[in-house]
């Protein structure tokens, strides 16, 4: 029998109201997006300060415990960027009756796969794959799970990078890199695809629609040819390297073609937002 798609609880906090047809709660949607995403914004509260704080930072969703588990598997999230004595002393916050141990954030990622040009400037819109993720970071303490959680993160950046880096890293690098590890409570992404879409009256007016262009722009990250760096000494660029360039750029390409091709429902107007 086929395995169940999961899906994170659709509580108040993380379900989608505005657009909900947009709205996906499947795990391997959800943290197929996080993964791919280069940069995610990592939100929450400090006492300190009146403004939640957002930090950017690197993550991958993974587990330690179930190191071969997939994206549609129940997963936690591995952060790694500054991790302040301000932000360590806020995930050492203990449990309560009413929540886990660590510290409340809220995670975003987004793509933006196109620019939706339409007949007027209240129909334009984006085509894009959003994602956000609720739960509780703490620090990584062991360094089997730093480890681990290290991996991960570089192997996102470049796909096989780690084994291709001088490791395992030395103790000094080990005690001064922080690695925050998220329990997710629950999360939703949301999604838009295809052409824009404006009003009848629009669409019917010869003077409007023979005089404004209307499409999609698609919308890809590229990556461009390596530059060697002024201590490098390996005089080609490694097979490994161009072959994760290349399949970066294959993937981005045609993704982004495929939403902005992607067909509105039949007798629907597509949502623009």
């Known amino acids: 029998m086929p395995r169940a798609e999961l899906e994170y609880p659709k509580r ?29 914004h990592v939100s929450f509260n400090s006492p300190d300060s009146p403004f939640p704080a957002v930090l950017p930072m690197i993550g991958q969703m993974g587990s330690f415990d179930r190191p071969s588990s997939d994206e549609g598997d129940v997963l936690d999230l591995y952060l790694h960027g500054y991790v302040s004595s301000r ?30 040009l339409a007949l007027t400037p209240n ?6 794959r959003s994602a ?25 950046v470049v796909a096989g990078r780690w084994q291709n880096s001088r490791i395992p890293p030395n103790k000094a690098e080990m005690s001064s890199t922080s690695v925050l590890k998220v329990r997710i409570a629950t999360g939703s992404a949301k999604i838009r695809s295809g052409p824009p879409g404006d009003e009848k009256h629009d669409m019917e007016n010869p003077a409007v629609v023979s005089t404004v262009w209307t499409g999609v722009v698609p919308v890809h990250m590229s990556l ?37 091709e992607a067909s509105a429902k039949p007798g629907k107007k597509p949502v623009d937002d």
């Open 132 to 156: 956000v993720l609720f739960g509780h970071a703490t620090l990584v303490e062991t360094d089997d799970e730093k480890l681990y959680a290290m991996e991960l993160i570089t192997d996102s």
């Open 224 to 260: 461009g040819a390596p530059i060697a760096g002024p201590y490098n000494a390996v005089d080609k660029v490694p097979a490994y390297l161009e072959e994760y360039i290349k399949s970066m750029n294959e993937v981005g390409v045609d993704h982004s073609v495929k939403a902005a």
């Open 87 to 116: 932000v360590m002393n806020l995930t050492r916050r203990p449990a309560t009756d009413d929540s886990p141990s660590g510290l409340p954030v809220t995670v975003a990622a987004t793509h933006v796969d196109g620019l939706v």
């Open 12 to 40: 108040p906090l993380g379900t989608v109201n505005r657009y909900s047809p947009r709205a996906s709660y499947s795990l391997r949607v959800i943290h197929g997006i996080v993964n791919t995403c280069p940069t995610l």
């Open 123 to 128: 129909s334009h819109s984006y085509n894009y």
